[in-house]
């Protein structure tokens, strides 16, 4: 006996990928000041979140913590301090894992404002619906110790043919 799933599976997929599009653009109007409206980017993660990278792995229990400054928001003012201008999603592969969960990997390319890479890193993300929307409940830097000028190099040629925008800062 077969069961069929609650909902589409490519319902799903196009609701989390305009989600990352939302996501992307909030994210840089958020550092290049075109908003300042910290509290945006809690519709895309839920708390408690997690954040695991090469070097830390941390816990951001309630809203506060995702948008202070050990946070999201700590984030946003050290790329403001770096020149950055804006991103694009170079990869965005969803997998459904149930109707309430998706894992996401993605590659994130960000630019400064002359429009040269400033890094390509790759994400992948735990995404559960919470209250009828999808939301970031965990994320892992799955970038592999590869240092940031190798990562650069890899991307900054393959992904100029497939790269999709996600926003022009500008």
């Not at 909030?26 to 070097?55: C, E, H, Q």
């Not at 790329?79 to 999603?89: E, P, Y």
């Not at 002359?114 to 993300?125: D, N, S």
Request: aromatic residues 8%.
């Amino acid at each position: 006996m077969k069961i069929e799933p609650l909902t589409d599976d490519s319902k799903i997929v196009s609701e989390i990928r305009e989600m990352f599009g939302r996501y992307g653009s909030t994210f840089v109007d958020l550092v290049t000041g075109k908003r300042t409206d910290m509290d945006a980017l809690l519709n895309f993660y839920s708390a408690p979140l997690r954040f695991i990278g090469p070097t830390f792995h941390m816990v951001m229990k309630d809203d506060a913590a995702i948008i202070g400054a050990k946070g999201m928001g700590g984030e946003i003012d050290r790329l403001r301090k770096a020149n950055f201008a804006g991103s694009t999603l170079g990869a965005c592969d969803v997998a459904v894992l149930n109707d309430q969960a998706a894992l996401v990997e993605a590659v994130w390319l960000r630019r400064d404002s002359g429009g040269a890479l400033m890094e390509a890193f790759a994400v992948t993300y735990l995404l559960a619906l919470t209250a009828g929307e999808w939301r970031v409940t965990s994320a892992v830097n799955t970038s592999k110790r590869r240092s940031a000028e190798d990562r650069n190099k890899k991307y900054s040629t393959l992904m100029r043919t497939t790269e999709v925008p996600v926003l022009n800062a500008k």
